[in-house]
Nanobody
């Protein structure tokens, strides 16, 4: 199993920045991809960004392209999400997730169901 623990959430004004971290432990060698998924108040779950462990390729939601950057530090088994130019609509609980052994690509409707490990989430609140 893989355990995921997020940190770095908080409250920030619109236009500000935050960096989320996700520390992975356990059978981390089995992770094929890691990503961030968010759920805002009264909203459905939404894929934000994913990185494929082997290739390093990334995939973003259109709503965050150019503002958010996903990265990983394999030596530290840590996933990051750098969030810049934050907007009130970015307010949500952000969850770290991992796909094990293999991951889908191309659309969030395929990617998200493939995540097999989830963190507890970290809250991000952006005020206008």
């Amino acid at each position: 199993q893989v355990q995921l623990v997020e940190s770095g959430g908080g409250s920030v004004q619109a236009g500000g920045s935050l960096r989320l971290s996700c520390a992975a432990s356990g059978y981390t060698y089995s992770t094929a991809c890691m990503g961030w998924v968010r759920q805002g108040p009264g909203k459905e779950r939404e894929g934000v960004a994913v990185i494929y462990t082997g290739s390093g390729s990334t995939y973003y939601a259109d709503s965050v392209k150019g503002r958010f950057t996903i990265s990983q530090d394999n030596a530290k088994n840590t996933l990051y999400l750098q969030m810049n130019s934050l907007k009130p609509e970015d307010t949500a609980m952000y969850y770290c997730a991992a796909g094990l052994n293999n991951c889908y690509s191309g659309s969030w409707s395929s990617i998200i169901p493939g995540f097999r490990a989830w963190g507890q989430g970290t809250q991000v609140t952006v005020s206008s």
